[in-house]
Nanobody, 124 residues
Framework: QVQVEESGGGSVQTGGSLRLSCLVS????????LGWFRQAPGKEREGVSC???????FLGDSLEGRFTISRDNAKNTLYLQMNSMKPEDTAMYYC??????????????????WGRGTQVTVSS
């Protein structure tokens, strides 16, 4: 049984930082691309970032390089470092494991295992 569990969400002020973690079990972690998505109230789900099995990463255009995705295959853990945070970053953040090894674009349809999400709130 595949399990995906996010942690690290919380409240932060504008300009602050947070690091999200995602523990994935029940599948060969190193063989899957992984991604972060977010969804704010009243808005569609947005692809934040994804990372290939070879470590190559892709970041959503709207994030202006403020976020960094990384993976630790030895710990079966995915990370999202978020810096210079803005109120518009407020959302539920979801971790997901792709059915593929590579992600050229951050498309939710490519991901078949999802966590329940962790809330991130940025206050002005």
């Amino acid at each position: 049984q595949v399990q995906v569990e996010e942690s690290g969400g919380g409240s932060v002020q504008t300009g602050g930082s947070l690091r999200l973690s995602c523990l994935v079990s029940g599948l060969p972690f190193s063989a899957h691309a992984l991604g972060w998505f977010r969804q704010a109230p009243g808005k569609e789900r947005e692809g934040v970032s994804c990372i290939n099995v070879d470590g190559k990463a892709f970041l959503g255009d709207s994030l202006e390089g403020r976020f960094t995705i990384s993976r630790d295959n030895a710990k079966n853990t995915l990370y999202l470092q978020m810096n210079s945070m803005k109120p518009e970053d407020t959302a539920m953040y979801y971790c997901a494991a792709s059915q593929y090894a590579y992600c050229g674009a951050i498309l939710a349809a490519d991901y078949n295992y999802w966590g329940r999400g962790t809330q991130v709130t940025v206050s002005s």
